[in-house]
């Protein structure tokens, strides 16, 4: 009780400053500086994407290397690389951390964006001095809600670009909000508004055309902005042209190149279409992930959440979704209650009515779910939706339940969902910090203007190598996830011929993560002066067998020479002999190319991620079969 009687004067001293006016301004300056310091806890981004991907793409661009490298990056090697130059330049040019703790603080800008959406449908002038200071306390912790979501929190700080596509997106949806009045009425200034909230979120489907789904989505809530339907036409076609223009400022310059380049600008994507012979006539849906059965889709929030993994490769379990779905179920209830008169006029005392911008946000919410269930059912493409889901639940929980009930029974089910979301949330993959987010020991071979180097095999992303080889390298991928068309293999071909230089391939090689720590903890010991025979590395000994350390003192050790570990037997690996039967793997997947690697040839050269070794074989390749004419 002590204890109650302590924390309740310190939690109401809180709740007091959270009111206070100033209070949203400092909040919106210290959240993504916080996220920022989250990002650098997590550590050096090494998510797959990242590694296959965002740093090639960057630099086949900036170098012009489109169109003259081979796939490198597998399929994703002619994704608009635009999003991805500031990490590359920042990662060439700052610190590791430096550029990690920017993209956090970027991606916290979220917040920023959320709360403005939420105080422009949660405050309004009508109200008092304090209510108004209530409900942006609300603002700001529903905003903080939603950036505590398990998607947006797995990609913080890293590249794949989800929580920096999803700024435009909530950009774009704070103009419609804050500009309502101008939407709704009379003049052409609504129509500005609606092509500028357009173009926010056609920026972000050019940058990213997964995000398509919300500029479909955002058109269909402009629909319920205005009363007149002819305003409300007029809002969705503006929307539509300010997407287009989006799309044509971010993604334009790509289109065009990729059609100049391969006479597909969404190269290789529905290359059934556009026929190029380089690639495979596919289409562009990864349809692992979709629905099953109608069932399924029916009740696909509570899959998710049942099934981690159900939604993507890493497990996630966004309990707001089930809470959103019963709330809107109710609600939809309620309403058809009310429309067939069921309703009484006690029920609906002291709640608000449902203004047109909060509809808008229902209805933007709603058509996003069943477009990205319908078309991908991939988690991490809800960023947007996750910042918003908070907010949508609180206005139908005022909706359902008397005011004075509400919130607190608003608070309490979001507190819930949230610490649960996040006591079951996961990030990518993260290395330790270096100075340098990249580093590659060059090899020894002569690389002149005429070599070629293929990463071969598309299980390990090697990509990311290739900015730090001399730019006279020409660069492909051979049994990658590129879907090979009946002119690759004449392109290959034309690539060794014309080159004319030696050829090599790019192989991943064996790491022991054990052997490296012991490498470390063998450093430590070195400073200590500790010496064999002495009581000093009996302890030691005595330590590492009861915290199960998976090392010992190293046997056959001379009385009076350093005291070092050494791996337990049954942590130690032969890393030649696995580097040898990788090597052999690789050279049959080769054959189908008309190339010979020969595996004792290899090379194993160091290669770093942040402070984590991702050494690589080095292999040359003879190609008897290929056919030599040049370009």
Known sequence: MRLLAATLPRLAALVARLSAPNAPTWACL??????????????????????????????AL????????????????????????????????????????????????????????????????????ARQARQRLTAMLLALAGCLGPAYLSELGNTMGDNATALFVLAGFLVLVRKRDALAGPGRAGWLHAAAAGMLVGAAAGLKLTNALYAVAMCLACLFLAQHWLRRLGLAWWFGVGVLAG??????????????????????????????????????ADTRWLPRSVSEALLFPF????????????????????????????????????????????????????????????VFLLASYLVWLGLFSIYRYCVAMELLAPLAAWILMQQLLPSKSAGRAGAMVLLVATLASMATSHTWEHASWARQAF?????????????????????????????????????????????EGHGFRARLDDMLAGRGGAAYAVIPAAV????????????????????????????????????????????????????????????????????????????????????????????????????????????????????????
Request: charged share 15%; net charge positive; proline share 9%.
């Open 30 to 59: 210290l959240v993504p500086f916080g996220f920022g310091l989250y990002a650098l806890k997590l550590g050096q981004d090494r998510n797959w994407d990242l590694l296959n991907y965002h740093l090639y793409n960057p630099y």
């Open 62 to 129: 900036l170098t012009g290397r489109v169109g003259l490298d081979l796939a490198p990056a597998q399929l994703q090697s002619y994704f608009n690389p635009l999003l991805d130059v500031p990490y590359f330049l920042m990662t060439k040019y700052l610190p590791a951390p430096l550029a990690g703790f920017a993209m956090g603080l970027l991606h916290g800008a979220a917040f920023v964006l959320v709360y403005g959406i939420a105080s422009a449908l949660l405050v309004s002038a009508q109200q008092d001095r």
């Open 247 to 284: 799309i044509a400022v971010t993604s334009g310059y790509w289109f065009a190149m990729l059609w100049e380049t391969f006479r597909n600008p969404l190269f290789p994507q529905f290359n059934g279409v556009f026929g190029n012979p380089l690639a495979a006539p596919i289409s562009v």
């Open 303 to 362: 899959v998710m959440v049942l099934k981690a993994q159900r939604v993507g490769e890493l497990p996630t379990r966004p309990f707001v979704w089930p809470v959103l779905y019963l709330l809107a179920g109710a609600w939809l209830v309620q309403r058809a209650c009310r429309a067939a008169g069921a309703g009484s006029p006690r029920a609906d005392c002291g709640r608000p009515p449902l203004a047109a911008a909060a509809r808008a946000l229902l």
């Open 439 to 483: 580093r590659v020991t060059l090899p020894a071979a002569p690389l002149d203007a005429g070599t070629s180097v293929f990463f071969v095999g598309g299980r390990v992303p090697q990509a990311w190598m290739a900015p730090y080889f001399p730019a006279s390298v020409r660069f492909g991928a051979l049994s990658s996830n590129f879907p």
């Open 512 to 631: 022991n993560p054990r052997e490296r720590m012991v490498a470390r903890w063998n450093t430590m010991l070195a400073g200590t002066g500790m010496r064999a025979g002495t009581s000093w590395c009996s302890t030691l000994e005595s330590i590492a067998q009861k915290v199960r350390l998976r090392a010992r003192v190293a046997q056959g050790i001379m009385a009076g020479q350093p005291c070092t570990l050494e791996l337990l037997p049954r942590d130690r690996r032969d890393l030649a002999a696995e580097n040898l039967a990788e090597a052999r793997t690789h050279a049959a997947d080769l054959v189908r190319y008309g190339l010979t690697l020969e595996p004792g040839a290899c090379q194993t050269y160091e290669a770093f991620i942040g402070d984590q070794p991702v050494p690589y074989q080095f292999c040359p390749l003879s190609a008897p079969n290929a056919r030599r004419t040049a370009d």
